[in-house]
């Protein structure tokens, strides 16, 4: 079966960093565009990052601002998203999420695939 397992998150101060990890199994991972969302407490999902099957395309939320970098390593089946400068406001349960698209898609139902989350906390 499908699975997806990030790992990664965990509390860092303001200005730190993390490397998150997802995981694939149960489907062929270099056929799917891999990306990465977030959920605040209270808030919906939010697009953070996705890369194309080749790891030749990516695209970013604006808020990201050049703090984030999403990359993949198809020989692992697994998606990284390197975070640096961390803010309070970038708190949150981080997602991988598969998509069978090669479009580079913001849009959260586009995903067919999605992980169980890693939580990321950012102290001030």
């Known amino acids: 079966q499908v699975q997806l397992v990030e790992s990664g998150g965990g509390l860092v101060q303001a200005g730190g960093s993390l490397r998150l990890s997802c995981v694939a199994s149960?489907?062929?991972?270099?056929?799917?565009?891999m990306a990465w969302f977030r959920q605040a407490q209270g808030k919906e999902h939010e697009f953070v990052a996705a890369i194309t099957r080749s790891g030749g395309g990516l695209v970013y939320a604006d808020f990201v601002k050049g703090r984030f970098t999403i990359s993949r390593d198809n020989a692992k089946n697994t998606v990284y998203l390197q975070m640096n400068s961390l803010e309070f406001e970038d708190a949150a349960v981080y997602y991988c999420?598969?998509?069978?698209?090669?479009?580079?898609?913001?849009?959260?139902?586009?995903?067919?695939?999605w992980g169980q989350g890693t939580q990321v906390t950012v102290s001030s």
């Open positions: 999420a598969a998509s069978p698209s090669p479009v580079l898609d913001r849009k959260a139902y586009q995903y067919n695939y």
């Open positions: 149960g489907y062929t991972f270099v056929e799917y565009t």
